[in-house]
């Protein structure tokens, strides 16, 4: 890795983005110091805000909900209460706001749906029996999810409790960071090499990647940095992980936005309203199409390292800040 112009410039972006965000959430941090009750509604500017930001993080290796957290707090949608332990001050959130955030995930996942349509078909002629190519990524996809499902199904009320707060999100966007810098400059040479294409993907590979998932549970560690990086230890081109980690957002994200909807459904709609939530989706999803476009376009010429020091940097001028 050698500092140049070229790469000198998304590295003073990546920084001054950094700090900006971590200054501006620290500041709102310090005004909602004495509020102990979140808001009680969100309105059109702060819903299409959290769309745009859900849209542009959810795919890249830099953690859409840890984001959405340090956002959210920014714009006050969420306060600290006044119990605090070793990880910091408790966060307070409306469950509406916190089932906006995830619906409009729904946005994201449309967006892979088209973009990645042929795949998509060829999953479900799979399925129906007709492709085995299809039946075969079906079955990689399945084997991935599993374990990440199975641990927020057992640990989803723990991991609210204790780890939705800046603290541990800063602390996860370091660590992540530094494991992203690591794996690619380890894995060099597989990560540029020509992508072999998601055929290629082996059922040990996709069962990495699974166990590997369960650490995205942790707000700021990013579903699709651990993901990709998983890949590219397991043996994969850094673009084709990339992919994999696409098509696995569809049973992940969407499982997560049916279950939210089905669970604060009716509050969501008081909260926001039917038309907030349209606009949240298709805000969420034009952007993650554009995301989407641009990350590939970007791996296959600069990697990952600017994301992984953008991490670093955010993440520590929060705790240095907060």
């Known amino acids: 890795m050698q500092f140049g112009t070229r790469k000198r410039r998304p590295l003073l972006c990546a920084a001054l983005v950094a700090v900006a965000l971590a200054g501006s959430f620290?500041?709102?941090?310090?005004?909602?110091?004495?509020h102990v009750t979140p808001v009680a509604a969100i309105h059109m500017r702060e819903a299409a805000t959290l769309a745009v930001v859900e849209g542009l993080t959810e795919y890249l290796p830099i953690s859409s909900t840890g984001h959405m957290i340090l956002v959210g707090h920014l714009m006050k949608l969420t306060v600290f209460g006044r119990d605090r332990s070793w990880l910091g001050r408790e966060v307070i959130k409306s469950p509406a706001v916190d089932a906006y955030e995830i619906v409009i995930q729904l946005g994201a996942v449309l967006a892979v749906l088209g973009l990645y349509r042929k795949r998509v078909a060829q999953i479900g002629l799979g399925l129906l029996g007709q492709n085995k190519a299809g039946l075969r990524l079906a079955g990689l996809l399945a084997v991935a999810f599993l374990p990440a499902a199975v641990t927020g199904l057992l640990l989803h009320g723990a991991i609210k409790r204790h780890?939705?707060?800046?603290i541990?999100?800063?602390?996860?966007?370091?660590?992540?960071g530094i494991v992203m810098i690591i794996a690619e400059r380890s894995c060099t040479r597989r990560a540029t090499a020509p992508s072999t294409g998601l055929d290629s993907v082996t059922w040990r590979q996709a069962a990495i990647i699974g166990v590997a998932q369960c650490l995205a549970m942790w707000p700021g560690m990013s579903r699709s940095m651990v993901t990709i990086v998983a890949g590219l230890l397991a043996g994969l081109n850094i673009v084709t992980s990339a992919k994999f980690s696409f098509l696995l957002a569809l049973?992940?994200?969407?499982?997560?936005?049916?279950?939210?909807?089905?669970?604060?459904?009716?509050?969501?709609l008081e909260f926001a309203g039917p038309g907030v939530v349209l606009v949240g989706l298709i805000i969420s999803g034009a952007v993650a199409a554009l995301s989407v476009r641009g990350f590939v376009k970007w791996l296959t010429g600069h990697g990952?390292?600017?994301?992984?020091i953008y991490r670093v940097i955010l993440g520590a001028a929060?705790?240095?800040l907060i």
Do not use: D
């Open 318 to 320: 929060v705790l240095i």
């Open 251 to 268: 049973p992940t994200l969407g499982s997560a936005t049916l279950y939210e909807a089905v669970r604060s459904g009716p509050q969501l």
């Open 163 to 166: 780890l939705f707060g800046p």
């Open 168 to 176: 541990p999100v800063a602390a996860a966007l370091i660590i992540g």
């Open 304 to 308: 990952m390292w600017p994301f992984g």
């Open 26 to 34: 620290c500041s709102a941090a310090a005004e909602a110091e004495a």
